[in-house]
Each structure stands twice: as structure tokens, then as C-alpha cells.
């Protein structure tokens, strides 16, 4: 089974529609990360969590939630979706240590707003 | 903020052939420095990384990168590319304050038989 997963991982949406995008993790990390990756952008950072009442915003939070429901999920809301959220999405995660540790990646979500 | 510039969109090889990828950060401080690659549909593997200490780092799947503070760079390379090697690579720098990491925006590599 894999450590990272992601659910779902295609999804076709309406503009203004509710979406949560579903992280769960069996790495037993402590530290959960939300990415969005565009063409010719690369891989950029939407929020992050050291632990479970740990929330940090990254760099483009705006139209974007979270929420940490435990140790081993991490969920991304997208309120209302406008078509320029269409992208795909990576969760990932690391271990919680003084040293900067590699962060693993699930598989992606890839979201179409419509 | 820490940048990342990977200057190569799109890169092609022979099979065989050597290869290097370039990258180059913008960091006040000494970076964390990653190369991860992504086959197409699947999420990101960590390449190497370089954290201190030797500035030539070995990686999986026969891959290197060397540290140069001098030039900003970070590159990878591989003597001998396999037609597998095709695939999106990042480079990526992290802040050793925080664990913001920030992405090259990918180089494109295709293998040619």
C-alpha cells in the first residue's frame, strides 16, 4: 500500500462548487504539506502543518482551507471554485526533526473547474 | 524568499548520452537543496539532496549533483542516460529556518532511442 494517498484523484467541478481534496498518510509523520503544480511553475506551496493544531498558510492560501483532522489526514477545501484552481494537487509529508527532512509525495489530485 | 531557476524547459538526449541539468537558487543563508523527479502521472521521488559537508552529492538511480556556492548552482548530472530517465525534474531549495521550500518550475527531459 502506498504511504501517501490521495482522494480523489481525478475531479471534474463546476465553477463556484465546494471541494475537499482528502491526504491520508501511514509514514506516521508529523508534518503535512498541500502543493498545486501548473505548467511552468512548478510545484507551489498552499499550507502546511507541523502537528495537528499546527496550521501554517504557504505561499498562495487565498481560495484555499485546510483542516488536520488527525496525525495521518490532512484535508484541502477549495470553498467555491473558479476555473484558475484547475491544476494538480500534491499532498506530502515529513518527519518532525531539528533537520530539514525530505518531504514524500502521494500520488496527486488532479482538479478541472469548469 | 527563497528562488529557484531551472533555465531549461525541455531538454533531449540520446540514450547513452551524458546529461546535466541546471540549476540555480537564490538563498541569503546556505540552502537545503533537493533534485526530485516525476514520471508522468506519478507524484515526486527524491533524487539526492544536499544538506552540508561533501558538495558532491550521490543520489539514486545513478544520479549526481554538485554544490557550488560560488556560482548559486546546484546541478545534476548522469553519465550515461537510460530511455527510464525520461521524465520532469525539480530542483528545490529549503529555508533551514522553516520548512518553506520553494520549486524550479521543472526541466522536461526526453530520451531519445
Not at chain 1, 498552499?46 to 489526514?73: H, M, P, T, W
Not at chain 2, 524568499?1 to 546529461?19: K, N, R
Not at chain 2, 538563498?27 to 523527479?37: H, I, S
Not at chain 2, 556560482?71 to 525520461?86: E, G, Y
Amino acid at each position: 500500500d502506498a504511504d501517501v494517498t490521495q482522494t480523489p484523484r481525478n475531479r471534474i467541478t463546476k465553477t463556484g462548487k465546494r471541494i475537499m481534496l482528502e491526504c491520508s498518510q501511514t509514514k506516521g509523520h508529523d508534518r503535512m504539506y498541500w502543493y498545486r503544480q501548473d505548467p511552468g511553475l512548478g510545484l507551489r506551496l498552499i499550507y502546511y502543518s507541523f502537528d495537528v493544531k499546527d496550521i501554517n498558510k504557504g505561499e498562495i492560501s487565498d481560495g484555499y482551507s485546510v483542516s488536520r483532522q488527525a496525525q495521518a489526514k490532512f484535508s484541502l477545501s477549495l470553498e467555491s471554485a473558479i476555473p484558475n484552481q484547475t491544476a494538480l494537487y500534491f499532498c506530502a509529508t515529513s518527519e518532525n526533526d531539528r533537520i530539514y527532512n525530505e518531504q514524500f509525495f502521494g500520488p496527486g489530485t488532479r482538479l478541472t473547474v469548469l | 524568499a527563497q528562488s529557484v531557476t531551472q533555465p531549461d524547459i525541455h531538454i533531449t538526449v540520446s540514450e547513452g548520452a551524458s546529461l546535466e541539468l541546471r540549476c540555480n537558487y537564490s538563498y541569503g543563508a546556505t540552502p537545503y537543496l533537493f533534485w526530485y523527479v516525476q514520471s508522468p502521472g506519478q507524484g515526486l521521488q527524491l533524487l539526492l539532496k544536499y544538506f552540508s559537508g561533501d558538495t558532491l552529492v550521490q543520489g539514486i538511480k545513478g544520479f549526481e549533483a554538485e554544490f557550488k556556492r560560488s556560482q548559486s548552482s546546484f546541478n545534476l548530472r548522469k553519465p550515461s542516460v537510460h530511455w527510464s530517465d525520461a521524465a520532469e525534474y525539480f530542483c528545490a531549495v529549503g529555508a533551514r529556518r522553516n520548512n518553506d521550500m520553494r520549486f524550479g518550475a521543472g526541466t522536461r527531459l526526453t530520451v531519445k532511442p
